[in-house]
Protein backbone atom coordinates (compact mmCIF):
# COMPACT_ATOMS: atom_id res chain seq x y z
CA UNK A 1 0.00 0.00 0.00
CA UNK A 2 0.80 3.90 0.25
CA UNK A 3 2.36 5.09 3.60
CA UNK A 4 4.26 7.63 4.58
CA UNK A 5 5.37 8.38 8.04
CA UNK A 6 6.27 11.01 10.07
CA UNK A 7 6.60 11.72 13.91
CA UNK A 8 3.79 13.19 15.55
CA UNK A 9 5.31 15.93 17.68
CA UNK A 10 8.30 17.35 18.44
CA UNK A 11 9.84 19.64 20.51
CA UNK A 12 13.20 22.12 20.46
CA UNK A 13 14.79 25.47 21.63
CA UNK A 14 14.88 28.76 20.19
CA UNK A 15 18.42 28.79 18.31
CA UNK A 16 18.83 24.78 17.92
CA UNK A 17 18.79 22.71 14.95
CA UNK A 18 15.83 20.31 14.49
CA UNK A 19 15.62 17.38 11.82
CA UNK A 20 11.87 15.95 10.99
CA UNK A 21 11.83 12.08 9.45
CA UNK A 22 9.31 11.21 6.76
CA UNK A 23 9.61 7.61 5.23
CA UNK A 24 8.08 6.47 2.29
CA UNK A 25 6.55 3.73 0.56
CA UNK A 26 4.99 4.60 -2.36
CA UNK A 27 4.05 2.85 -6.07
CA UNK A 28 5.58 5.26 -8.36
CA UNK A 29 7.75 8.21 -6.86
CA UNK A 30 8.08 11.87 -8.95
CA UNK A 31 9.74 14.06 -6.03
CA UNK A 32 8.88 14.68 -2.46
CA UNK A 33 7.59 17.77 -1.34
CA UNK A 34 8.05 19.40 2.35
CA UNK A 35 5.32 21.84 3.04
CA UNK A 36 4.40 24.28 6.82
CA UNK A 37 1.34 24.61 8.14
CA UNK A 38 0.84 27.27 10.56
CA UNK A 39 -2.40 26.68 13.06
CA UNK A 40 -5.45 27.76 11.13
CA UNK A 41 -3.71 28.30 8.13
CA UNK A 42 -2.82 27.09 4.74
CA UNK A 43 0.00 24.85 3.58
CA UNK A 44 2.63 26.60 2.03
CA UNK A 45 5.62 24.85 -0.11
CA UNK A 46 9.01 24.96 1.05
CA UNK A 47 11.41 22.06 -0.47
CA UNK A 48 11.42 19.50 -3.18
CA UNK A 49 13.69 16.75 -4.08
CA UNK A 50 13.35 14.81 -6.45
CA UNK A 51 17.05 13.25 -6.98
CA UNK A 52 18.87 11.89 -4.05
CA UNK A 53 20.92 14.60 -1.81
CA UNK A 54 20.71 17.84 -0.04
CA UNK A 55 19.25 20.57 -0.95
CA UNK A 56 19.57 24.05 1.16
CA UNK A 57 17.42 26.94 1.15
CA UNK A 58 18.41 29.43 4.18
CA UNK A 59 17.82 28.17 6.99
CA UNK A 60 15.68 24.90 5.79
CA UNK A 61 17.55 22.16 3.70
CA UNK A 62 15.82 19.19 3.07
CA UNK A 63 17.46 15.46 2.13
CA UNK A 64 16.92 12.38 0.50
CA UNK A 65 17.86 8.83 -0.30
CA UNK A 66 15.04 7.49 -2.47
CA UNK A 67 17.10 4.22 -2.39
CA UNK A 68 15.82 3.98 1.55
CA UNK A 69 12.55 5.19 1.04
CA UNK A 70 13.79 8.60 3.39
CA UNK A 71 13.85 12.01 3.51
CA UNK A 72 14.59 14.82 6.09
CA UNK A 73 14.16 18.60 6.65
CA UNK A 74 16.79 20.69 8.85
CA UNK A 75 16.02 23.63 10.49
CA UNK A 76 18.91 25.20 11.72
CA UNK A 77 18.39 28.45 13.97
CA UNK A 78 15.11 28.18 14.93
CA UNK A 79 12.98 30.64 15.69
CA UNK A 80 9.46 30.70 17.60
CA UNK A 81 7.76 31.47 13.96
CA UNK A 82 8.86 28.34 13.08
CA UNK A 83 6.44 26.26 15.51
CA UNK A 84 4.15 25.17 12.79
CA UNK A 85 2.88 21.19 11.32
CA UNK A 86 5.58 20.31 8.60
CA UNK A 87 3.91 17.95 6.09
CA UNK A 88 5.37 15.22 3.83
CA UNK A 89 4.23 14.16 0.46
CA UNK A 90 5.13 12.11 -2.16
CA UNK A 91 3.92 12.55 -5.39
CA UNK A 92 3.96 9.04 -7.40
CA UNK A 93 3.15 10.05 -10.62
CA UNK A 94 3.32 13.24 -13.28
CA UNK A 95 0.00 14.88 -12.05
CA UNK A 96 -0.32 16.09 -8.30
CA UNK A 97 -3.30 14.28 -7.86
CA UNK A 98 -1.45 11.60 -7.53
CA UNK A 99 0.19 12.92 -3.99
CA UNK A 100 0.63 10.97 -0.97
CA UNK A 101 0.77 12.84 2.49
CA UNK A 102 1.82 12.25 5.70
CA UNK A 103 -0.21 13.06 8.98
CA UNK A 104 2.25 15.56 9.29
CA UNK A 105 4.51 16.53 12.62
CA UNK A 106 4.09 19.48 15.09
CA UNK A 107 6.71 21.38 16.03
CA UNK A 108 7.15 23.32 19.05
CA UNK A 109 9.53 25.61 19.68
CA UNK A 110 10.17 26.51 23.60
CA UNK A 111 12.52 29.96 24.48
CA UNK B 1 -2.90 40.10 -4.61
CA UNK B 2 -4.12 36.96 -3.09
CA UNK B 3 -3.08 33.73 -5.42
CA UNK B 4 -5.83 31.41 -4.22
CA UNK B 5 -8.97 32.67 -2.55
CA UNK B 6 -11.69 30.99 -0.98
CA UNK B 7 -14.84 31.57 0.36
CA UNK B 8 -16.69 31.59 3.37
CA UNK B 9 -13.61 31.49 5.51
CA UNK B 10 -16.08 30.13 8.11
CA UNK B 11 -19.73 27.90 7.07
CA UNK B 12 -21.65 26.84 10.14
CA UNK B 13 -24.95 25.24 9.31
CA UNK B 14 -27.44 22.35 10.30
CA UNK B 15 -27.57 18.92 8.80
CA UNK B 16 -29.51 18.00 5.43
CA UNK B 17 -28.68 21.40 4.05
CA UNK B 18 -26.86 22.48 0.75
CA UNK B 19 -23.80 24.60 0.64
CA UNK B 20 -20.91 26.01 -1.90
CA UNK B 21 -17.71 27.00 -0.88
CA UNK B 22 -16.23 29.43 -3.63
CA UNK B 23 -12.82 29.29 -4.86
CA UNK B 24 -10.63 31.85 -7.31
CA UNK B 25 -6.74 31.19 -8.33
CA UNK B 26 -4.78 34.47 -9.89
CA UNK B 27 -2.35 32.08 -10.90
CA UNK B 28 -2.98 31.50 -14.17
CA UNK B 29 -2.15 27.78 -13.48
CA UNK B 30 -3.73 24.73 -15.22
CA UNK B 31 -5.34 22.67 -12.70
CA UNK B 32 -7.09 23.27 -9.43
CA UNK B 33 -7.91 20.86 -6.73
CA UNK B 34 -10.21 20.36 -3.27
CA UNK B 35 -8.38 18.74 -0.60
CA UNK B 36 -10.44 17.84 3.29
CA UNK B 37 -8.22 18.21 6.42
CA UNK B 38 -9.99 16.26 9.31
CA UNK B 39 -9.51 16.91 12.60
CA UNK B 40 -6.35 14.45 12.57
CA UNK B 41 -4.64 16.78 10.03
CA UNK B 42 -4.55 14.35 7.46
CA UNK B 43 -5.04 16.20 3.96
CA UNK B 44 -6.76 14.02 1.74
CA UNK B 45 -7.90 15.09 -1.85
CA UNK B 46 -11.38 15.06 -3.08
CA UNK B 47 -10.83 17.00 -6.62
CA UNK B 48 -8.24 17.26 -9.45
CA UNK B 49 -9.98 19.56 -12.37
CA UNK B 50 -8.13 21.21 -15.55
CA UNK B 51 -9.98 22.01 -18.48
CA UNK B 52 -9.69 18.40 -19.83
CA UNK B 53 -10.28 16.31 -16.84
CA UNK B 54 -12.16 15.53 -13.88
CA UNK B 55 -10.48 13.52 -11.29
CA UNK B 56 -12.80 12.29 -8.43
CA UNK B 57 -11.91 10.36 -5.26
CA UNK B 58 -13.59 7.45 -5.66
CA UNK B 59 -13.90 7.33 -1.59
CA UNK B 60 -15.86 10.83 -1.94
CA UNK B 61 -19.72 10.87 -1.52
CA UNK B 62 -21.22 12.14 -4.86
CA UNK B 63 -23.33 14.53 -1.72
CA UNK B 64 -19.85 16.38 -3.07
CA UNK B 65 -19.58 17.99 -6.56
CA UNK B 66 -17.15 20.15 -8.15
CA UNK B 67 -18.27 23.25 -10.49
CA UNK B 68 -16.01 25.23 -12.72
CA UNK B 69 -17.24 27.95 -14.65
CA UNK B 70 -13.64 28.71 -16.13
CA UNK B 71 -9.90 28.26 -15.35
CA UNK B 72 -9.77 30.21 -12.59
CA UNK B 73 -12.57 28.94 -10.74
CA UNK B 74 -13.82 25.80 -8.78
CA UNK B 75 -16.70 26.23 -6.44
CA UNK B 76 -17.11 22.91 -4.17
CA UNK B 77 -21.23 22.24 -3.79
CA UNK B 78 -22.50 19.85 -1.03
CA UNK B 79 -25.93 18.41 -1.08
CA UNK B 80 -27.34 17.14 2.16
CA UNK B 81 -24.66 17.92 4.76
CA UNK B 82 -24.13 15.67 7.15
CA UNK B 83 -22.21 15.87 10.91
CA UNK B 84 -19.05 13.78 9.46
CA UNK B 85 -18.41 17.05 6.78
CA UNK B 86 -17.52 18.87 9.34
CA UNK B 87 -13.73 19.70 8.53
CA UNK B 88 -11.80 22.37 6.78
CA UNK B 89 -11.52 22.49 3.00
CA UNK B 90 -8.92 23.60 1.17
CA UNK B 91 -8.38 25.19 -2.72
CA UNK B 92 -4.94 24.64 -4.28
CA UNK B 93 -3.96 25.19 -8.07
CA UNK B 94 -0.78 24.16 -9.62
CA UNK B 95 0.75 24.20 -13.41
CA UNK B 96 0.40 20.72 -13.80
CA UNK B 97 1.03 20.51 -17.26
CA UNK B 98 4.65 21.84 -17.01
CA UNK B 99 7.53 19.22 -17.37
CA UNK B 100 9.78 21.68 -15.84
CA UNK B 101 8.88 22.85 -12.81
CA UNK B 102 8.10 21.53 -9.91
CA UNK B 103 5.11 22.35 -10.20
CA UNK B 104 4.15 22.55 -6.35
CA UNK B 105 0.57 23.36 -4.97
CA UNK B 106 -1.07 26.88 -3.85
CA UNK B 107 -3.47 26.31 -1.29
CA UNK B 108 -6.12 28.93 0.01
CA UNK B 109 -7.06 29.77 3.31
CA UNK B 110 -9.41 27.28 4.05
CA UNK B 111 -13.34 27.10 4.83
CA UNK B 112 -13.62 25.82 8.31
CA UNK B 113 -17.32 24.07 8.00
CA UNK B 114 -19.02 23.03 11.22
CA UNK B 115 -22.35 20.67 10.49
CA UNK B 116 -24.27 20.95 13.39
Known amino acids: GQNIDQPTEMTATEGAIVQINCTYQTSGFNGLFWYQQHAGEAPTFLSY??LDGLEEKGRFSSFLSRSKGYSYLLLKELQMKDSASYLCAVRRGKSNYQLIWGAGTKLIIKP | DTAVSQTPKYLVTQMGNDKSIKCEQNLGHDTMYWYKQDSKKFLKIMFSYNNKELIINETVPNRFSPKSPDKAHLNLHINSLELGDSAVYFCASSQDSSILGINEQFFGPGTRLTVL
Open chain 1, 49 to 50: NV
